[in-house]
């Protein structure tokens, strides 16, 4: 199993530019999700999805989109960059929305300028 | 609202001493407790978890964690560390699913001195 995965490892985008951020399971989990980390802050919830074709909202939604049209598949969009989304992306997965524990990817250091 | 707190943003430790990491959460129920380590550029690893029954969890690289209720604590321990041990440690507190996902704390930066 390759966990969970994300691409890319690295991007830096223009204010204003859009670009999306793909993570991918193979566990076979239910309940994947995004956060950000930023220095001092731990990590937020961006969005969450309990299942194919369902998603919802975390603690800091904004100029955040995502789909879930696979079990597999989970990627988040920025539509309009904007420096203040400067920071590392971590994708999660867990069995199930009863928040069992999660697994984390790699990351994904996002710079906007 | 659920809410963790880590007192403690950066903890320097010796080479063979022991080691507590601080950690209180706010969760109106039986809260699922976590214990994750960041490795510089590196994602989160699990180190251990707290559902329910024998308050002290056992967890992988030789870390064990006590969950007192009374307190609303549960502080990770390790007997003896390694400088393979310097690291950012994260206390998570989840069970409600959803919208709630984990709560993180803001993290623990771990510095051994040799």
């Known amino acids: 199993n390759a966990g969970v995965t994300q691409t890319p490892k690295f991007q830096v985008l223009k204010t204003g530019q859009s670009m999306t951020l793909q993570c991918a399971q193979d566990?076979?989990?239910?309940?994947m999700s995004w956060y950000r980390q930023d220095p001092g802050m731990g990590l937020r919830l961006i969005h969450y999805?309990?299942?194919?074709?369902?998603?919802d909202q975390g603690e800091v939604p904004n100029g955040y989109n995502v789909s879930r049209s696979t079990t597999e598949d989970f990627p988040l969009r920025l539509l309009s960059a904007a420096p203040s989304q400067t920071s590392v992306y971590f994708c999660?997965?867990?069995?199930?929305?009863?928040?069992?524990?999660?697994?984390f990817g790699p990351g994904t250091r996002l710079t906007v300028t | 609202a659920q809410s963790v707190t880590q007192p403690d943003i950066h903890i320097t430790v010796s080479e063979g001493a022991s080691l507590e990491l601080r950690c209180n959460y706010s969760y109106g129920a039986t809260p699922y407790l976590f214990w994750y380590v960041q490795s510089p550029g590196q994602g989160l690893q699990l180190l251990l978890k707290y559902f329910s029954g024998d308050t002290l969890v056992q967890g992988i690289k030789g870390f064990e964690a006590e969950f007192k209720r009374s307190q609303s604590s549960f502080n990770l321990r390790k007997p003896s560390v390694h400088w393979s041990d310097a690291a950012e440690y994260f206390c998570?507190?989840?069970?409600?699913?959803?919208?709630?996902?984990?709560?993180f704390g803001k993290g623990t930066h771990l510095i051994i001195q040799p």
């Open positions: 998570a507190v989840g069970g409600g699913g959803g919208a709630d996902g984990l709560t």
């Open positions: 999660a997965s867990s069995y199930s929305a009863d928040i069992y524990e999660q697994y």
């Open positions: 999805s309990v299942g194919a074709g369902i998603t």
């Open positions: 566990m076979n989990h239910e309940y």
